[in-house]
């Protein structure tokens, strides 16, 4: 079968000018290097402006990393950050929402939460999540409706469900605000330096 790229596509149309979306993930102590994997793989599918992987999380170049981001790891701009914290305080400092995509009581659902771009969204370890600190943080905790026996989905997962329903969230709101001019690259991007 032969494939053609997603934005040689006539569906595509829509999204003309979007260079890059104005979210970075924080990833905060992600065992496996496949999930660190992962997330270089959707950060760059979806435009991502940048990951930040923190405290133990694995970092470039490692085979774990590359097996599953198929060279993303190249290709998306990437920091290590030993502090979390100190990391999320910065970005909110230069104007990001920080929203940790945790279950806690205080989450509002994925699909209700409207978002301030530009966007920081948290993930936190495969089996205990997001520290207390960085959890205490956050402006906005969201949870990905869950209907199964499981009340959360693998940490990678997990960032691809969040990231395309923000990438969609922000299509509508520059269709809805008509000013396709919204859609290109943001130089001065919360966190760049």
Known sequence: MERLPYRATKAAAIYDGVHQL????????????????????TADAAGLRKLYLCGITGRPPQSGIHKTALGAEASVPWEYAADPVAQAAALRAEGCEIAAIETSVRSVDLFDWEPAFPVCVVFGNEVDGISPELSALADTHVRIPMFGIKYSLNVATAGGVVI????????VLG?????????????DFPGDT
Not at 22 to 41: C, D, H, K, Q, T
Not at 164 to 171: F, N, P, Q
Request: charged letters at 25%; aromatic letters at 14%.
């Open 22 to 41: 104005p979210v970075v993930a924080l990833v905060e102590n992600i065992r496996s290097l496949y999930n660190v994997g992962a997330f270089f793989r």
């Open 164 to 171: 395309y329903e923000l990438l969609r969230k922000y299509r």
């Open 175 to 187: 269709n809805r605000e008509h000013r396709p001019s919204m859609l290109g690259p943001y130089e």
